[in-house]
């Protein structure tokens, strides 16, 4: 998920963010990030920062050159500060993709569905319409 949050994200405390913030979510695996030894963890996270950053450029301009801050977090830091089972940054850390729940025709879309944040809320929702309410006879 590639976003830029400067479009509707307000900082209470130094109002609106500066232009050209990029926010790049990729999924992650927290048991094998949680089994690495520190060395290899801290460098593990630049290598992710460098491939998810890589990927992203294929789909917008390339601000490599621009960054002058980077932030890398995986599920082991989510557990260290949040004590999210299994790092899950929101909900459940076993996600519905298909939103589908016991309950006959009631599926689930927002931020469980995969994605995170507000931008996930968004695409969940479209995606959950889309497969099960747009459906062709």
Request: aromatic share 10%.
């Amino acid at each position: 998920m590639i976003c830029s949050p400067n479009n509707y994200i307000y900082d209470t405390d130094e109002g609106e963010l500066a232009d050209g913030v990029i926010r790049i979510t990729t999924l992650a695996n927290h048991d094998r990030w949680c089994a690495l030894p520190e060395n290899k963890y801290r460098a593990a996270k630049e290598e992710q920062y460098e491939a998810s950053v890589a990927s992203s450029v294929r789909f917008m301009p390339d601000f490599r050159r621009y960054v002058i801050d980077t932030d890398v977090f995986t599920p082991k830091t989510i557990r260290r500060f949040t004590w999210h089972d299994n790092g899950a940054v929101y909900g459940a850390p076993e996600k519905q993709l298909d939103g589908s729940t016991h309950l006959k025709n009631v599926f689930l879309c927002g931020t469980d569905q995969g994605f995170v944040g507000i931008v996930g809320a968004i695409v969940s929702g479209i995606s959950m319409a889309n497969r099960h309410c747009l459906v062709a006879e």
